[in-house]
């Protein structure tokens, strides 16, 4: 977990869930993210710097500079080789792991770049703005695949479906949306949450949808139907985030 008090914290899993901290930041942590086989540790932070860490030791390994401004939202690729990142500098990044090097530099929004994720099979990103759209880039060619004039408001989280062949989008108009990434179509809108959506992400092999949201609760949603199946409560403020543990059939918030 990553905090406004430029501090990250390794938690263990366990009833007392204690932790020890990192002190990663010169500003607030706004991500973190595991490389895939669980060695890494990347975070991003208000300081315009991005940081890898090694889990065992958790000692600093290297720091990715180039952002003009925050940076929201940084992921390893699939295979660790690439971290992608974007912010509020209207910019979203591409970097190489092993050179520490900017490989490209993506403009295409207009307004700050809160969220990004890679494709499962690592060959195509996407990414999400405050110009209330998502863009989807190959990253073969590094051209822009597919441009949705997504939501009604800014676009706060993208999350690829398991599979492969959707992306899902959270959005501060309080809906969640399910795209065709070979057609560009929506072929699905979930409505609900009666208040910005912060965070998605799949669950149950992408059967089901979690979403986190500042009205205080935490909603599953069934894919093909599109229903809320439950409605978690317990929050007394906004869920900034949510992700699946044991495959779904944990939600953490």
């Known amino acids: 977990s990553g905090s406004k008090d430029r501090t990250v914290r390794l938690w263990l899993p366990s009833v007392k869930g204690e932790s020890t901290t990192i002190k990663a930041h010169m500003a607030a942590v706004r991500s973190v993210d595991f490389s895939s086989d669980g060695q890494q540790l990347l975070t991003a932070s208000d300081d315009k710097t991005l940081k890898a860490w090694s889990i065992p030791g958790q000692r600093f390994k290297f720091s990715l500079s180039g952002h003009s401004n925050w940076v929201r ?110 057609t560009g179509e929506c072929v699905r809108t979930l409505e609900g949450h009666t208040s910005y959506v912060k965070s998605v992400c799949a669950l149950d092999g992408g059967a089901r949808i979690a979403s986190g949201s500042t009205d205080q609760t935490v909603r599953v949603w069934d894919v093909a139907t599109g229903e809320c199946v439950r409605t978690l409560e317990g929050h007394t403020a906004s869920v900034k985030s949510v992700c699946a543990l044991d495959g779904g059939a944990r939600i953490a918030s």
């Open 73 to 182: 939202c940084a992921k390893f690729s699939p295979d660790d080789r690439l971290v992608l990142s974007s912010g509020d500098d209207k910019s979203v990044r591409l970097w190489d792991v092993r050179s520490h090097a900017v490989i490209h530099t993506f403009h295409d929004h207009s307004a700050l770049v809160g969220t990004c994720a890679f494709h499962p099979d690592g060959m195509a990103i996407a990414s999400g703005s405050a110009d209330m759209t998502v863009k989807l880039w190959d990253l073969r060619t590094l051209q822009l695949l597919q441009h949705y004039p997504a939501h009604a408001d800014e676009v706060t989280s993208v999350q690829f479906h398991p599979s492969g062949n959707f992306l899902l989008s959270g959005s501060a108009d309080a809906t969640l949306k399910l795209w065709d990434v070979a």
